[in-house]
Nanobody, 116 residues
Framework: QVQLVESGGGLVQPGGSLRLSCAVSGITVADYAMGWSRQAPGKQRELVVR???????KYGESVEGRFTISKDISSNTVALQMNSLKPEDTAVYYC??????????WGQGTQVTVSL
C-alpha cells in the first residue's frame, strides 16, 4: 500500500520559513516524479514544484526563488523548504508521487498559514 504522509505545516509570520516533509512508503521516491501542490480556500489546486525522476525541477512562478525541493533516497522522503513566506502562500500543501503511467499518489495534506 502506497502512503505519503506530510508533516511540518503550521503558523508562521510573513517573511518566515517552514520546512515540509513527506514520508513515503510502498514506493521508492527514486523511481517517481515527486512534488508538492497546494490549495487555498476557494481556489483550485496549483502546482508548487515537481521534481522528475531524472532531476528536472519545475517551480510554480509564484514560489520560484523562495521554495526549494529536495529528495532523500536513503530515507525515502521529500522535503520542501519554504523561505520568505507571504500571506498568499497560505494553503493546504499536498505531497504527490507521479508515475510515468497511471494516476499520481497523494498525501492527506498539511496546513500552512502565513499571518501576523
Amino acid at each position: 500500500q502506497v502512503q505519503l504522509v506530510e508533516s511540518g505545516g503550521g503558523l508562521v509570520q510573513p517573511g518566515g520559513s517552514l520546512r515540509l516533509s513527506c514520508a513515503v512508503s510502498g514506493i521508492t521516491v527514486a523511481d517517481y516524479a515527486m512534488g508538492w501542490s497546494r490549495q487555498a480556500p476557494g481556489k483550485q489546486r496549483e502546482l508548487v514544484v515537481r521534481l522528475s525522476s531524472f532531476g528536472t525541477i519545475k517551480y510554480g512562478e509564484s514560489v520560484e526563488g523562495r521554495f526549494t525541493i529536495s529528495k532523500d533516497i536513503s530515507s525515502n522522503t521529500v522535503a520542501l523548504q519554504m523561505n520568505s513566506l507571504k500571506p498568499e502562500d497560505t494553503a493546504v500543501y499536498y505531497c504527490f508521487a507521479d508515475p510515468a503511467y497511471g494516476n499520481p499518489y497523494w498525501g492527506q495534506g498539511t496546513q500552512v498559514t502565513v499571518s501576523l
